[in-house]
């Protein structure tokens, strides 16, 4: 079946200091990857998605590669602001079956100290 | 736009009771899914509808959950004789498509006594 495994939090850095989240899948297909985000109180959010081998999804200083041979979707900024304290969640959907569905990885809490 | 709305938004009952969750999807949407958030399983998929109708209920825990949507639009989730294992937070989702982007509600958050 499918699943996502991402890095397990919390993780606490300082402004302005670079981040990675991994995030590594298994899936049947090929999937579309997903990075969303979890603000304090607030709902989920796209924060950005690829659909295809190789491509780069970037939103608001953030950047994902769908890695299809490391089956891999890691999340980067260059320099994390006090805003971007969330929690972060990987997620694939399948481009056959059941592919209305996303599945998450367990999320990873990121606070950023000023 | 409107986005997903959901109500309650937070909801206490005691065990045993029933209760309903609703959720109104952006307009046009044809789309809409629910989820559970919870601390020991994360977010798992519980349901999809296209249009009126359920495709797939696979992922619903038990046969006290339910769930229907009339209009293609609202959808209402009903957990009976709820249990404290039932306590999360319940996302709704919808999309224009089935694999288009999915929006967020802000969920209800469910707490069984």
């Known amino acids: 079946g499918n699943s996502v495994t991402q890095m397990e939090g919390p993780v606490t850095l300082s402004e302005e200091a670079f981040l990675t989240i991994n995030c590594t899948y298994t899936?049947?297909?090929?999937?579309?990857l997903f990075w969303y985000v979890q603000y304090p109180g607030e709902g989920l959010q796209l924060l950005l998605k690829?659909?295809?081998?190789?491509d780069k999804g970037s939103n608001k200083g953030f950047e994902a590669t769908y890695r299809k041979e490391t089956t891999s979707f890691h999340l980067e900024k260059g320099s994390v602001q006090v805003s971007d304290s969330a929690v972060y969640f990987c997620?694939?959907?399948?481009?056959?079956?059941?592919?209305?569905?996303?599945?998450f990885g367990k999320g990873t809490l990121l606070t950023v100290n000023p | 736009g409107a986005g997903v709305s959901q109500s309650p938004s937070n909801k206490v009952t005691e065990k045993g009771k029933d209760v309903e969750l609703r959720c109104d999807p952006i307009?046009?949407?044809?789309?809409l899914y629910w989820y559970r958030q919870s601390l020991g399983q994360g977010l798992e998929f519980l349901i999809y509808?296209?249009?009126?109708?359920?495709?797939?209920k696979s992922g619903l825990p038990s046969d006290r959950f339910s769930a229907e949507r009339t209009g293609g639009s609202v959808s209402t989730l009903t957990i009976q004789r709820t249990q404290q294992e039932d306590s999360a937070v319940y996302l709704c989702?919808?999309?224009?498509?089935?694999?288009?982007?999915?929006?967020f509600g802000p969920g209800t958050r469910l707490l069984v006594l």
């Open positions: 989702a919808s999309s224009l498509a089935v694999q288009e982007t999915q929006y």
């Open positions: 899936a049947t297909g090929y999937p579309s």
């Open positions: 690829a659909t295809k081998a190789d």
């Open positions: 997620a694939l959907r399948n481009s056959g079956g059941s592919n209305y569905k996303l599945t």
């Open positions: 307009s046009g949407h044809t789309a």
């Open positions: 509808f296209q249009g009126n109708s359920a495709p797939d």
